[in-house]
Nanobody, 127 residues
Framework: VQLQASGGGLVQAGDSLRLSCAASGRTLNRYAMGWFRQAPGKEREFVAG???????AYYAEPVRGRFIISKNNANTVTLQMHRLKPEDTAVYYC??????????????????????WGKGTLVTVSS
């Protein structure tokens, strides 16, 4: 399985940006997918995740209310980011984990429990 992330760039504070992640190699309908980010000098942290069916989403507190994650089909997930802040500056990574059930989001509590990772895409928010 390969995950290909796209959509990063340089924006100003308050702007919006959309990230996309496309998976190839197998159908990921049983996989929850999500985004993590890593700022310089910091550990990789969870941002948002969506269940395999796309029916439920889970967000980290710093982005709740500003970011929206969607699973468009079995193999594509997008992250719509609004009201971006300089502290959102980071490399954003797409990830997938084979998990179902109502507690799927537990897998996303750590960056060490993902089955697949994409290469990151840089998001820079200037003040």
């Amino acid at each position: 399985v390969q995950l290909q992330a796209s959509g990063g760039g340089l924006v100003q504070a308050g702007d919006s940006l959309r990230l996309s992640c496309a998976a190839s190699g197998r159908t990921l309908n049983r996989y929850a997918m999500g985004w993590f980010r890593q700022a310089p000098g910091k550990e990789r942290e969870f941002v948002a995740g969506v269940s395999g069916t796309g029916g439920s989403a889970y967000y980290a507190e710093p982005v709740r209310g500003r970011f929206i994650i969607s699973k468009n089909n079995a193999n594509t997930v997008t992250l719509q980011m609004h009201r971006l802040k300089p502290e959102d500056t980071a490399v954003y990574y797409c990830a997938a984990a084979e998990v179902d059930g109502s507690s799927w989001f537990v897998r996303f509590s750590t960056a060490h429990d993902m089955d697949y990772w994409g290469k990151g895409t840089l998001v820079t928010v200037s003040s």
